[in-house]
């Protein structure tokens, strides 16, 4: 078995940008992509150890760079013990695992299943703005949010805010001297009134 590496987000926004920059990065295979629960979503890859290395640098460095809270894990084991395949194997009729479903003699029936996580993680991301974000940190300040906004949209931003507690709230509000409201308004501010008025500067500022 070739080397695996695992990079573990909070949350399918991180998790798919992850695997972005590892394809990217390195000549290694997607394997898997994994919901762990509580929000972690895991991102398998394999191929030569200094490729999944590579990978798995360039992940991280890609996760950080929306947020370092949402990076949960990493993780690069070179030599796998063989027994570990069959937690990355696909199953055939009677739980035994189908032979030859990744036989790198096979490369379509591979191709095809990394074809079907890839397509999976997209349908997540297409779905993000119908459901709470999950890669939501307990701190946020302007520059990330700024980043977050720049790069995906006011929409995503103010997702990731409205994860935030009210009192992480009303503390980034106070890096804004822009907003309408400052001093004790914002600290008596409920997250509605927070979130209309950081919504409020950004498309301003778009216009």
């Known amino acids: 078995m070739k080397a695996l590496g695992l990079i573990e987000t909070k949350g399918t926004l991180a998790a798919v940008e992850a ?3 590892m394809v990217k990065a390195a000549d290694v295979t997607l394997v898997e992509k994994t919901r762990v629960g509580g929000g972690l ?3 398998t890859v394999t191929g030569d150890v200094a490729a999944v290395q ?3 640098d360039a992940g991280v460095a890609a996760v950080e760079r ?3 809270s949402s990076l949960a894990a990493k993780l690069v084991i070179p030599r796998p013990h063989e027994e570990l395949e069959i937690l990355f194997t696909p199953k055939g009729p009677g739980g035994k695992t189908d032979p030859g479903v990744r036989d790198e003699e096979e490369p379509e029936a591979e191709d095809a299943a990394v074809g079907e996580v890839v397509e999976e993680v997209v349908e997540e991301v297409e779905d993000v ?3 709470p974000h999950p890669a939501l940190p307990e701190k946020l300040d302007r520059q990330t949010l700024d980043s977050i906004i720049e790069k995906y949209g006011i929409a995503e931003g103010m997702a990731m805010a409205d994860g935030l507690k009210v009192t992480a709230l009303r503390t980034l509000a106070r890096e ?3 907003l309408k409201i400052s001093g004790r308004e914002v600290s008596k501010a409920n997250k509605q009134l927070l979130l209309e008025e950081l919504k409020s500067y950004y498309e301003a500022r778009n216009d």
Request: proline share 0%; net charge negative.
């Open 19 to 21: 695997a972005d920059a």
């Open 41 to 43: 979503v895991t991102i």
């Open 54 to 56: 590579a990978a798995v």
């Open 66 to 68: 929306i947020a370092a």
């Open 129 to 131: 703005e119908e459901s």
């Open 176 to 178: 804004y001297g822009e």
